[in-house]
């Protein structure tokens, strides 16, 4: 399918807004990338961690979710021109991905209202968050191979694409097992998870854009 000139100056100027948002971001943005991750990997817990002040921590969330959406969403449009299955217009792609966000923020609110364990989930969100902002930004460099030399980069992109989204996941269920399993009782919060976290929001975004 051949790219729309139009739209490839849309992304072009969308890439460009990002490299300098993130310009202005990277020196915080590394300091807590590399504090975030020694937590993941080695911390049952996940303090909340904000760089030199919190203005520059909630600017740089901003730019973070900002980033993490149009990256995501330009790369998922460009492989979706290449596939047979339906195409999908760019903004609906954007529209799909920020509300299934949405969807799983809410839920996340509204089960640990429910369950009343606030200081479990809110270890949970923050890893929530902090995984899809570094899978985000990763994808950066990979949607912008998909723009502008899709026929030689296809595939290894793709690949690569796939492999990081999985990793993605992978890190998720890792923190989920952290965060949550203290023995055979909490592996209801696991299939809670599952099914109101991963699939409800999923099936609702798909009905929405069907």
């Known amino acids: 399918m051949m790219a ?9 100027i969308a890439f ?3 490299a300098l948002m993130m ?28 760089a030199e002040n919190a203005t520059a921590g909630s600017r740089m969330r901003i730019i973070l979710v900002f980033v ?22 760019y903004w609906s792609i ?4 920020t509300i299934l966000h949405l969807i799983r923020i809410l839920i996340t609110k509204l089960l640990e209202f ?4 606030r200081g479990v989930f809110e270890i949970w969100f923050e890893s929530y968050i902090w ?4 899978v ?4 950066f460099p990979l949607a912008v191979l998909m723009t502008y030399s899709p026929e030689t980069t296809f595939s290894v992109t793709a690949y690569l694409g796939a492999g990081l989204f999985l990793l993605g996941e992978i890190l998720l269920f890792y923190r989920l097992f952290a965060v949550f399993y203290r023995g055979l009782s909490s592996l209801f919060y696991l299939f809670l998870y599952l099914c109101t976290l991963e699939i409800l929001p999923l099936l609702t975004v798909y009905g929405l854009l069907s």
């Not at 991750?37 to 996940?46: G, H, L, N």
């Open 4 to 12: 729309n000139p139009a739209q490839n100056d849309l992304f072009t």
């Open 16 to 18: 460009l807004v990002m």
């Open 23 to 50: 310009a202005m971001v990277w020196r915080n943005f590394l300091i807590v990338f590399l504090h975030k991750t020694r937590e993941m990997i080695f911390s049952r817990d996940w303090r909340t961690f904000e």
């Open 68 to 89: 993490t959406l149009v990256s995501v969403s330009i790369f998922v449009f460009q492989i979706n021109r290449f596939t047979p299955i339906r195409q999908l217009p």
């Open 94 to 97: 954007l529209l799909g991905i």
């Open 114 to 117: 429910l369950l009343d364990i």
């Open 131 to 134: 995984i899809h902002f570094m």
């Open 136 to 139: 985000g930004v990763l994808f």
